[in-house]
């Protein structure tokens, strides 16, 4: 089991910036590729960003989703077991609640949520206008 606890939501105005962090307890963080999804009111979840490994685990893989190309960075720290969402020049359409979750398939590049087998709760991401 993995339990991830997400934070640092909040409302920002257009144009801003908000860091969201996961932290994750339970099995070795390392062993897993970890992504953010996000969920708007009345949408499906969406895909926003993994972040992963090559299959020799030489070099990462990170994979955006059009919308968060040069906008979102994510990063992640496994030695704090954590990792980051970095959201740079927010727009109302980023409004949702946005998710953290686990694939113990540690390799390559994966955006359909069923894949991914823990989850956190969610944090509320607010981009007024």
């Known amino acids: 089991q993995v339990q991830l606890v997400e934070s640092g939501g909040g409302l920002v105005q257009a144009g801003g910036s908000l860091r969201l962090s996961c932290a994750a307890s339970?099995?070795?963080?390392?062993?897993?590729?970890m992504g953010w999804f996000r969920q708007a009111p009345g949408k499906e979840r969406e895909f926003v960003v993994r972040i992963a490994w090559t299959v020799s685990s030489r070099s990462e893989i990170l994979s955006y989703a059009n919308s968060a190309k040069g906008r979102f960075t994510i990063s992640r720290d496994d030695a704090k077991n954590t990792v980051y969402l970095q959201m740079n020049s927010l727009k109302p359409e980023d409004t949702g609640v946005y998710y953290c979750?686990?694939?113990?398939?540690?390799?390559?590049?994966?955006?359909?949520?069923?894949?991914?087998?823990?989850w956190g709760q969610g944090t509320q991401v607010t981009v007024s206008s």
């Open positions: 979750a686990a694939d113990s398939s540690r390799w390559g590049v994966e955006s359909d949520p069923s894949k991914y087998e823990y």
């Open positions: 339970g099995r070795t963080f390392s062993n897993y590729a």
